[in-house]
């Protein structure tokens, strides 16, 4: 793959141009013709709150202009093209709720939740981000010192690592992967 979980329209267009430009070259240098062009699983979503969901129509677009422009235009018999999207149609599309029911102060601070990596395996596995939200009626405490939120269950059980919370203990609390 060349790019994954791309949040720019502009990155994912020139991917699409590489591989228009190599179906080209090899119909030019070989006479074989490329039947279809799959442009992968590059299209991200938001895990923060400050990043974008990437405009779908200017990506069709720019993608479109490109396929006319280095497929059509050539000569070149229509190819069939492909994407993987599957993040980006199913990654905004749940959320998991947890409660907390343990604190730990050590040489850092831990808070503890009634999930573990079989409910939320991307943290553990490679440090992924996913945006907590509290959901609670409790009243907010501030100034209190960032915290792991973790699992039960082992030391990849990590939801997030060192992040500020204005909650402690005894708080509902939702991680989703986007806005």
């Keep these: 793959m060349v790019v994954s979980n791309c949040l720019k329209v502009d990155e994912l267009v020139e991917t699409a141009r590489m591989l228009f430009m190599l179906a080209s070259t090899i119909k030019e240098q070989t006479g074989i013709d490329v039947e279809m062009v799959n442009l992968g699983g590059g299209i991200g979503i938001p895990y923060k709150p400050d990043e974008q969901i990437i405009d779908g129509a200017a990506l069709g677009d720019g993608i479109h202009e490109l396929y006319k422009e280095l497929i059509l235009d050539k000569g070149l018999p229509a190819k069939r093209v492909v994407m993987e999207c599957g993040r980006y149609i199913t990654g905004p599309s ?17 808070v503890g939740v009634d999930a573990c990596m079989a409910n939320l395996m ?48 005894d708080s509902a609390r939702t991680t989703t992967s986007s806005q």
Excluded: C
């Excluded at 749940?94 to 831990?110: D, E």
């Excluded at 959901?135 to 690592?161: A, C, Q, Y």
């Design 122 to 169: 991307r943290p553990g596995m490679y440090d992924a981000y996913h945006h907590i939200s509290i959901v609670t009626n409790e009243t907010p405490v501030p100034g209190l010192p960032p915290r792991d939120h973790v699992m039960p269950d082992n030391s990849k059980d990590l939801i997030v690592k060192q992040r500020n919370s204005t909650l402690w203990a």
């Design 94 to 110: 749940g959320s998991l709720f947890t409660r907390v029911v343990h604190r730990k102060q050590i040489y850092k601070n831990y």
